[in-house]
């Protein structure tokens, strides 16, 4: 089978289009035929060797075939696999510690890395929605780690939530989201992505190439910030009393920085700083996102397509910025 294939942390270059084996699933294992795959920027990171890929593999990459999210037709199962047969339609997050490997025409992963697909949604809507979606929505309703576990995220009416980095993958979720949920939704991005922005239902918009929104005096209830990297103490300042930041993606020092610093704040004060807390494929949530999409009220905004074949492009164009929403990998099987 093809597939794309990397031994070691680089550029898109390092990226190779190669003939591999075809997996053979082993007992607690699905066989996928993978119809489409979708680019996250944790996909780019891993790729650059930045600093979560790091754990796995200090040296070279642990997983040879990357992508993160799947969605495909499976075309068979190990003998102690219970939720599916040869033909159901599925999509996943195939993220730690799963193994990744989407960008391939086939990919062999547990069964618990999978869910059926909504018959709703064509191959290349599915695939954009496990990991980006799962994540956001995780992410806007479930209290920060390190923040105390003594408090929900509720939603009111016109509470005013602020989405950093607003139109990316997981951005262009979290705005429709928390409109869904009734939020007043500021979105920081590129002036070029306001249009969609707007389009998508955001109250009000920054350009973060002219603006810091830590310093307009603007106050926030909700923070989500998926490129984070100011001090803590920024982001304090950013909330209203009961206010929530959540850092969803930045540098590890920031990551380091939220889970002390921003732990003493939360656990002294009213505001809480914490990491997102987030777990793979969960039913529930990949429920409520079906639901929604029927509905008309969250769907995915899918910027370009590219076939396997042309995957080193998918990410020149993801690491040069300016995507929109979501980068989508297609498979040509004969
Ligand atoms: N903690 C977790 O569980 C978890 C899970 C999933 C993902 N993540 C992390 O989340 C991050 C974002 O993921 P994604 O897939 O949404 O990325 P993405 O698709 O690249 O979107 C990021 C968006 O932020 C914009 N941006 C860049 N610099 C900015 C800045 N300084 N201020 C405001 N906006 C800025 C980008 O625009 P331009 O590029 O056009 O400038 C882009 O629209 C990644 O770091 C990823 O590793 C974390």
Known sequence: MKAIVYTQYGS?????????????????????????????????????????????????????????????????????????????????????????????????????????????????????????????????????????????????????????????????????????????VTGVDRRDKFNLLRSLGADHVIDYTQEDYTKTGQRYDLILDVVAHRSVFAYQRALNLEGIFIIVGGSLGLFIQVATLGTLISRTGSKKIGINSWEANKKDDLDLLTELFEAGKVVPVIDRRYPLSEAAEAFHYLAGGHAQGKVVITMEHD
């Open 12 to 184: 898109p270059d390092v990226l190779q289009l190669q003939e591999v084996e075809k997996p053979v699933p082993k007992e607690d294992q699905v066989l996928v035929k993978v119809h489409a795959a979708s680019l996250n920027a944790g996909d780019l990171e891993n790729l650059r060797g930045e600093w979560p890929a790091r754990f796995s593999g200090p040296f070279r990459p642990m997983h040879k075939i990357p992508g993160t999210d799947v969605a495909g037709m499976v075309e068979a199962v190990g003998e102690n696999v219970k939720q599916f047969q040869p033909g159901d339609e599925v999509w996943g997050d195939l993220s730690f510690p799963y193994g990744f490997g989407s960008f391939a025409e086939y990919v062999s992963v547990s069964e618990k890395a999978l869910a059926l697909k909504p018959a709703s949604m064509t191959f290349e809507q599915a695939t954009t929605y496990p990991h980006s979606a799962v994540v956001t929505l995780q992410a806007l309703t479930r209290p920060p780690l390190g923040s105390g576990s003594d408090f929900k995220i509720s939603f009111e009416s016109g509470n005013k939530v602020l989405i950093n980095g607003a139109g990316g993958g997981m951005g262009t979720f979290g705005v429709q989201l928390a409109k869904h949920f009734g939020a007043e």
